[in-house]
């Protein structure tokens, strides 16, 4: 019976080799070496964003294997080969860090040329680039290309889009190992060497997958008075922005340009406006200053100011906790610097403040029941049991959250869900729109939401947005320890209070006077005419001692700046405004106070004064063109780096916290980067 | 004295960060992944880049290592995978196609005596549809059915029912020969 299966057992086993010597030496140096590198950098491999770590080990075993094949490796690399990039070799690298294995080069690259020549039928030419270029198109992609290319992430963003519509369908990642390989192809100049070769530097710093995603439209055009004098938009508060491009830079590579949202760079600083009189929360304080990139255009410039109520006077604070547990929180800017952050946020709170923790995607559940902020040791202990990693349990982490948070809620009381994550937003809806809709409906009832970004690399930055925006909280990305305090400590009335609701803001330009307008910034928050006044149409909030900066680059009748030449058949004729008018344009804002369902309006006429800008609106300015250089944009013409240095370190101000200066190394560093 | 160590208290001690352990555990067992590499694939190339694979990943796997399964089992299951990660992207490659018993078999076997033997392996193990090939090589390593089922993610029921196919068509493969 067994005869058969005997002889082959026998067969097998003599046929059977034993290894290679000197490659399994070398194969398990490789391994130490990958672990050793692991250790050092105590980052788990998140190679994707499958969700829950179970999900992330079945998937993860294929995924690494493609990551980490030969052949993909081969593949990545028989095209740096071809164009001589041989230098950077061994130093590509994983997105977790990992070598790629490296393969013996000579006999490697022969053999790899064969196959890749024999499946894209290049073998006639293979040391041609061009050729290869239109072959590497069409040819099915490697995941082992694609984590090639997360060495080169000075490529990132551009080339992706550059790329969108090359005919491979699927990831953005399948379009990005194109990419490299057509880059490398193509254009093998010696600088891309030099900075292939920092940035995998650079990625050993932090590990960036492909995983991130940011929110982000095109610059807001310009727009000519007479064809569109009203310009509607609602205030944002959110900060993430900055600190993404913080950690870019810091990191030593320009932010990805969708990363950059002007206003929130320019809104992440605090700055002094006037203070409201009474009737309304906040009121707005609009100066026009010159515009320093253009000497023809103007910056009308909106600041508006939130009361800041005394801390004592504040309503009692409900806080349910949804925290991230999933295995990639464990990396020592994630988790660990979630639990120093709430405990720095802690000593803040008033004894009769209540706080509970959720937690989701690892071990899911109620691991703190709603307590007293008083009990301190309960919270700390609650907080300190926290640990990344598991399997996924329950998916219900944000329903829970919110059923906790309503069993807390009382009258008068303020209660807020606060979600910390570092991308995983698994919380038990999976649709996008169902899970906006839920947190809508209980904004509307109420309980409101925030959300803490945490480590780079799979940073969902514009789910982060999307959730904030519809429960009413903020988005804040928090790297650092100091960040963490300001946040919630510093800014955690603000963050935490809302004093005005959806807050909208409408210019109406006046022809006589402006030309040409653009808002720098606020393009994710751009809103139609007609939700100015419609009730219903939310907007973004203002907590708390909330400041708010909005600016627009405007060019008066007769400037020569005026980019739009005027129309042979169109009616350019403005009829002027009933008599003689100083006015630039007229502004209005709506808000709610919270609670109430109808907005209350605010209204003045923008007239140019010829005060002094102040330090604030100078900085404030000179954030506007950090961003705006940060993004490329086309209307700084030759503002250069220097002089926005030289604006923001001429306005500094008193800078308790340091966060101007810090802003001045960051541009600095961008500098020295953008060359 | 580590290597009187159990696996998984190695696979633990690594998984919290012990180089030490970690080496001891892939020396130990890098023959018995190679082995099974060839016995999947039939070409020692082959054997030896995947044995590179599965180096290189392993370190960043070991976290997903949970001792759900004996660590044996568990990485037989990663190279089972990656086995079959491999075959998949070579799927367009011929000699990949048929894997066993190519090149560098017929020249391992030219000056050998035991040319004819490898011949028939050869033959048997192409004879043999991929599914049957892999759990022949597996339980010609040695390993249990039962765990041979745990590696491929299939009852052992069908393992058993792939053996005795497998001799089923060993069988068939003799008579076609001899009759």
């Known amino acids: ?675 | 004295m580590r290597m009187t160590t159990s696996d998984d208290a190695l696979a633990r001690a690594a998984a919290d960060g012990d180089a030490e352990a970690f080496s001891a555990l892939i020396t130990r067992h890098y023959d018995r992944v190679f082995r099974l590499a060839f016995r999947l694939t039939g070409v020692r190339a082959e054997a030896e880049d995947l044995c590179q694979d599965i180096c290189a990943a392993l370190p960043a796997k070991l976290g997903a290592f949970r001792g759900e399964a004996r660590f044996s089992t568990w990485l037989y299951r990663v190279v089972v995978n990656a086995t079959h990660d491999r075959r998949r992207r070579h799927a367009t490659h011929a000699r990949a196609a048929d894997g066993w018993g190519e090149v560098e078999l017929a020249r391992r076997a030219e000056a050998s005596e035991a040319a004819a033997a490898l011949d028939w392996l050869t033959e048997a193990m192409r004879g043999l549809p991929e599914e049957l090939r892999d759990t022949v090589a597996l339980v010609l390593d040695e390993v249990t059915h039962a765990e041979a089922a745990e590696v491929l993610g299939i009852s052992e029921g069908t393992v058993s029912w792939r053996m005795s196919e497998a001799k089923k068509r060993l069988r068939a493969m003799k008579e076609a020969e001899h009759g």
């Open chain 1, 1 to 675: 019976m067994a005869d058969e299966l005997d002889d082959l057992k026998a067969a097998m086993d003599a046929a059977t080799p034993a290894p290679d010597p000197a490659r399994r030496a070398e194969n398990l140096r490789l391994a130490e070496e990958n672990f050793a590198r692991l250790q050092g950098l105590g980052d788990a491999a998140r190679p994707t964003q499958q969700s829950g770590p179970m999900g992330r080990v079945l998937n993860g075993v294929a995924t690494m294997m493609n990551v980490l094949t030969t052949r993909g490796g081969l593949a990545a690399s028989t095209a740096i080969v071809a164009v001589g990039l041989i230098a950077i070799l061994p130093e590509l690298r994983a997105p977790n860090g990992v070598l790629i294995p490296k393969p013996s080069v000579i006999d490697g690259v022969a053999r790899s040329t064969d196959q890749l020549g024999e499946t894209l039928g290049l073998r006639e030419n293979r040391a041609e680039a061009p050729p290869a270029d239109d072959a590497f198109r069409g040819a099915p992609s490697t995941e082992a290309d694609t984590d090639a290319v997360m060495a080169e992430p000075a490529m990132e963003a551009e080339i992706a889009e550059e790329l969108a519509d090359a005919p491979v369908a699927g990831l953005q990642s399948a379009r990005r190992d194109q990419a490299l390989t057509r880059e490398s192809l193509i254009a093998p100049a010696p600088a891309e060497q030099k900075r292939a070769r920092m940035s995998s530097d650079a990625i050993i710093v932090q590990p960036e997958s492909d995983t991130e995603a940011f929110a982000n439209a095109p610059q807001s055009a310009l727009k000519v008075v007479t064809e569109e004098p009203v310009s509607t938009f609602s205030i944002d508060v959110d900060t993430a922005s900055y600190s993404v491009v913080r950690s870019s830079l810091m990191a030593g590579r320009l932010p990805p340009r969708d990363a950059v949202r002007v206003e929130e760079i320019v809104n992440y600083f605090p700055y002094d406006y006037a203070t409201s009189e009474a009737e309304h929360p906040f009121q707005p304080t609009i100066s026009v200053v010159p515009t320093p990139w253009n000497e023809g255009t103007e910056l009308v410039h909106i600041g508006i100011q939130g009361d800041m109520p005394a801390v004592e006077d504040r309503p009692p604070l409900n806080l349910v906790f949804l925290i991230d547990t999933s295995g990639s929180m464990q990396d020592a800017n994630k988790l660990p610097l979630l639990k120093q952050s709430f405990r720095l946020m802690l000593s803040e709170l008033r004894p009769e403040d209540e706080v509970s923790i959720v937690t989701y995607a690892g071990s899911a559940g109620q691991v703190l029941e709603p307590t007293r902020a008083a009990e301190r040791s309960t919270i700390l202990g609650a907080l300190d049991r926290l640990e990344a990693g598991g399997s996924t349990a329950g998916q219900t982490g944000l329903q829970q959250a919110y059923a906790v948070a309503e069993g807390m809620a009382g009258d008068g009381e303020v209660t807020r869900v606060i979600l910390a994550t570092d991308g995983d937003f698994n919380v038990g809806l999976s649709d996008p729109e169902a899970l906006k809709d839920f947190i809508s409906e209980k904004r509307d009832s109420g309980t409101y939401l925030s959300v803490l970004g945490f480590g780079r690399g799979n940073l969902d930055d514009a789910t982060m947005q999307a959730l904030a925006q519809n429960g009413n909280g903020q988005a804040a990305y928090i790297d650092t320890l100091s960040e963490a305090r300001k946040v919630l400590v510093d800014q955690l009335t603000g963050a935490l209070f809302p004093i005005a609701n959806d807050v909208k803001i409408q210019v109406e330009f006046n022809p006589g006077r402006i030309a040409e307008y653009r808002l720098i910034g606020y393009e994710t928050r751009a809103l139609n005419r007609e939700d100015f006044n419609n009730d219903r149409v939310d907007a973004g909030d203002i907590g708390a001692g909330h400041r708010v900066t909005a600016i627009y680059e405007v060019a008066p009748v007769g400037s020569d700046a005026i980019r739009n030449g005027p129309l042979r058949y169109g009616v350019d004729q403005v009829a002027p405004v009933a008599g003689e008018t100083d006015e630039l344009g007229f502004f209005k804002l709506r808000y709610k106070r919270p609670g109430e369902g109808t907005s209350t309006l605010i209204e003045t006429p923008i007239v140019s004064g010829s005060s002094a800008a102040s330090e604030d609106v100078r900085f404030s300015v000179a954030m506007a063109g950090f961003g705006e250089l940060l993004r490329g944009s086309a209307f700084l013409q030759n503002w250069s780096w220097a002089d926005a240095i030289q604006l923001a370190s001429g306005a500094r101000g008193e800078d308790p916290y340091g966060y101007r200066a810090e802003a001045v190394t960051l541009m600095r560093l961008a500098e020295t980067l953008d060359r």
